[in-house]
């Protein structure tokens, strides 16, 4: 496995406790549909909410929530609307972002909720 994998899996599962420190339910971590992933499918309150999660091990190229495209948000989209079909989900939902510097001491850059509207894609 790559370093890069390595670091992604370290900055989701820091993402991940993040998440359940703020008082939201992780449902699933690396949903899969027809090759479209959703990171974290987590629940806060009553709104499902699709993570994308973003993790850096330096930020001397870019900063991780730029690293989240046009692309990269439809196919969220995409399999965040597969995911509430499949099981059947009538919640609102939203999508957010976590970025994560993955250096000792690993912290959250930055949560943004909300960070993308689906409509605003077509």
């Not at 001397?60 to 692309?71: D, G």
Request: aromatic share 10%; proline share 2%.
């Amino acid at each position: 496995m790559g370093q890069h994998n390595e670091t992604g899996k370290v900055g989701e599962e820091f993402a991940r406790e993040f998440l359940i420190k703020k008082g939201y339910r992780i449902l699933d971590v690396n949903w899969r549909y027809n090759f479209k992933e959703i990171d974290i499918v987590a629940q806060d309150k009553q709104t499902m909410v699709f993570v994308e999660v973003k993790t850096r091990a330096t930020l001397a190229f870019e900063l991780p929530q730029e690293a989240v495209t046009s692309k990269k948000m439809k196919n969220l989209v995409y399999a965040a609307d597969a995911y509430l079909n499949q099981k059947n989900i009538e919640l609102n939902s939203r999508f957010d972002v976590v970025t994560v510097l993955a250096q000792e001491p690993y912290k959250i850059l930055e949560h943004i909720e909300d960070a993308f509207k689906a409509n605003e894609l077509l």
